[in-house]
């Protein structure tokens, strides 16, 4: 991966927590859940397509195992949520059951998955 | 049982993204927006909206992208070995400097806006500015000003 990929790949990750922090939470609050659904569209939908969609992505991948920007989403937010008072200790649960669930989830899908 | 209830949100959501959204991304860009509408909408809906996965409204937020990229990542690392994992490394690392940086700047920013308006977000389990985080700011922001001596929020009679 050259530098500039690097810093491209940087900036990718950078965006998507940003812009669900600033937008997700508020587009709820103006169109009740179907707001979620619009923010699923056009938040995750159209970040997606910077970041792995268009030819040449945003996210570069270095290898062959898929880096979701959904990383990108789960520390950004966290990150964000943590520095505006919530508590690091009580999320603990939630992490430990978040990162077990993809490790099991990733597990299942290789039996099936196998091209 | 908390355990459990947010283990298997966020174990469906993982799966069902990794599973389904790149074969629909295969067909280019409406392709993907379709994904999202299908797939985010409702798992966002049950894991977020109805708090499946349990987040607690003083506790910091865990999206269930965590748990989507972490199920993508071991999927691969499963059918492919642990060499595969080592060259995804490098993305890996970025993606996660880059997203605290944008958490960084997000946090920022929101403690600036919370300065001029008045707070308006009436659920408080979505990602973003929550009502205990506002009242949080509020006194750190009243605390300094204390300490300076400035008088500034005085408390009026009714509201």
Not at chain 2, 51 to 73: K, Q, R, S, W
Not at chain 2, 125 to 139: A, H, I, N
């Amino acid at each position: 991966m050259t530098i500039q990929l690097a810093i491209a790949t940087l900036i990718g990750g950078f965006i998507f927590p940003f812009v669900i922090r600033m937008a997700w939470g508020r587009m709820v609050d103006n169109w009740g859940p179907i707001g979620g659904w619009m923010a699923a569209a056009f938040i995750v939908g159209t970040v997606w397509c910077i970041n792995h969609g268009i030819a040449t992505p945003m996210i570069t991948q270095s290898g062959t195992v898929w880096v979701d920007q959904g990383l990108a989403a789960g520390v950004g937010v966290w990150v964000a949520s943590a520095l505006t008072g919530g508590s690091k200790r009580k999320s603990v649960k939630n992490i430990v059951a978040a990162v077990s669930a993809g490790i099991v989830g990733g597990y299942v899908l290789s039996l099936f998955l196998v091209s | 049982m908390k355990f459990f209830r947010s283990f298997v949100g966020y174990c469906i959501a993982g799966m069902i993204v990794m599973a389904v959204w790149s074969q629909l991304g295969s067909y280019g860009i409406f392709g993907g927006y379709l994904a999202a509408i299908i797939i985010i909408g409702p798992m966002w809906y049950m894991n977020h909206y109805i708090n499946l996965t349990g987040n607690e409204d003083d506790a910091a937020f865990v999206d269930m992208g965590l748990a989507i990229a972490v199920c993508g990542i071991m999927r691969d690392t499963f059918i492919q070995g642990g060499d595969a994992f080592s060259t995804s490394l490098p993305t890996i690392l970025l993606v996660g400097c880059g997203a605290t940086l944008g958490g960084i700047t997000a946090a920022f920013i929101e403690k600036d806006m919370a300065k001029k308006k008045e707070f308006v977000n009436e659920n408080p389990r979505e990602p973003g500015l929550r009502r205990s985080d506002f009242e949080k700011l509020k006194e750190a922001k009243e605390k300094i000003l204390r300490a300076k001596k400035i008088k500034i929020f005085q408390k009026k009679s009714s509201i």
